[in-house]
């Protein structure tokens, strides 16, 4: 369970590295990457930032590379901004969240359009 103080610095983390992304980190494979969540551990050392990067495999994996590359400076940044001592160690983590979440729909809309009669009303058609 989080304590209040961890989820003030989880949205704040989010917020922050979301600002970093838009304005101060310039790799052109983070252009389409977006902060979808964060987890932070008690003593604010540690923190794992979810991140969704829209592309094919290739962008991910590019994009994972540069927020890992910048995470030192990215986590520093984040300790001077959020008046914190200590700059948290940031390990980046690809969120499939939204992925699955697209597949999902995709497969509900195949077995709507499979249903007799595309699936409209009650399983007996009526």
Avoid at 90 to 102: L, N, S, T
Wanted: charged share 30%.
């Amino acid at each position: 369970m989080s304590t209040i103080r961890q989820e003030q610095i989880q949205n704040r983390l989010v917020e922050e590295i979301s600002n970093m992304l838009q304005r101060d980190l310039k790799d052109p494979r983070l252009a389409l990457a977006t902060v979808t969540g964060a987890e932070i551990s008690r003593d604010l050392r540690h923190a794992k930032v979810f991140v969704s990067i829209l592309g094919g495999e290739e962008e991910r994996q590019g994009g994972i590379q540069a927020l890992r590359r910048s995470a030192g400076w990215i986590g520093g940044e984040f300790a001077r901004r959020a008046h914190l001592r200590i700059a948290p160690e940031i390990d980046f983590r690809y969120d499939e969240g939204i992925e699955r979440g697209a597949r999902i729909f995709e497969l509900l809309h195949q077995i709507k359009e499979e249903r007799p009669g595309g699936g409209g009303g009650t399983p007996d058609g009526a």
